[in-house]
């Protein structure tokens, strides 16, 4: 079988050809031919889809990347996307993702999504600033929509400080949201591919709110609780994912209340953390979807 990994011409750190090899290793132990193609070499208008070699004619594409606007593109040309555009478009924004669950039953930090502005609004004269202050009281959480490794994520104390800092954001998309205090700097990352969890590590960091393994915090194996199982599988199902890194957070008496979902989790910390290999199994997902093993599973199941 063949298959294309979509990613990013522009995205060359290490970081992330670690993770496009485990990829194509994994791929190559299953008997699975996975050719690298960026979004520049497959561009809309220019790459000739009409004549790929039969060599090269993939069975399905691996999009390891956010490049929403081509990912539809290949959808509309007749290619099954692992993860598919719509699944990775709502988990890219998370003012999308929180949109869907929070009418899913999925327990959700309180949040408010901020209004669509054009340019510098005043905030000092915006009663809705005031509003969301009475709301989520302080400290309060501001994120940007899209943003990864707890980089765009700020904990703010104060109206002085949540002023400065949304007027520094000018007109990116964000959300305001309550600060989950039990679960200050720490946070449970499972994988679930098809449906099922794969692995999981406890992320802690005792000098930051932020959990985060690129912004300084440490791991540790993980046993989840089947209320952290559950969640993290139905976030997935709601949004249509073939796999996916969920982030739960710890609520009051551990209750698990859903922080993220990244539909192209980093895979590599974990693996180093657990020994299991994420990318292993996503191939096999795919392979099976493919060959209606999963279908068959199903309807069998049913
Ligand atoms: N509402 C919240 N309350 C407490 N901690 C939070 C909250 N939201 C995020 N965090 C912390 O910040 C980290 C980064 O936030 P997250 O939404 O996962 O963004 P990113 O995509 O940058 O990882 C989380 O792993 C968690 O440790
Ligand atoms: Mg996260």
Known sequence: MTGWLVVNHFVKSKKFMEI???????AERQQVNLIKKTNVELMCGLF???NISIF???SFILFWDKDIRLANFLEEKGFRLFNTASAIEICDDK???HIKLSQQGIKTPKTIVSPKIYWDVDYEKEEYIDMVIETLGFPLIVKECFGSFGRQVYLVQNKDELIELLKSLGVRPILFQEFIESSKGRDVRIHIVGGKMVTSMYRYNDNDFR??????GKMKEYTPADAQIELAVKVCDAL???FAGVDILFGENDEPVFCE??????FKNIYDCTGVNVADYIIRHIIDEINGFNLDMKLYAN
Do not use: C, R, W
């Open 48 to 50: 000739d889809y009409d």
């Open 95 to 97: 003012s999308l993702s």
């Open 240 to 242: 249509g994912l073939d």
């Open 56 to 58: 090269e004619k993939p």
């Open 211 to 216: 959990a985060n393994i690129t912004n300084g």
């Open 20 to 26: 496009f090899n485990m990829l194509q290793e994994a």
């Open 261 to 266: 979902v990244n539909s192209n989790a980093h």
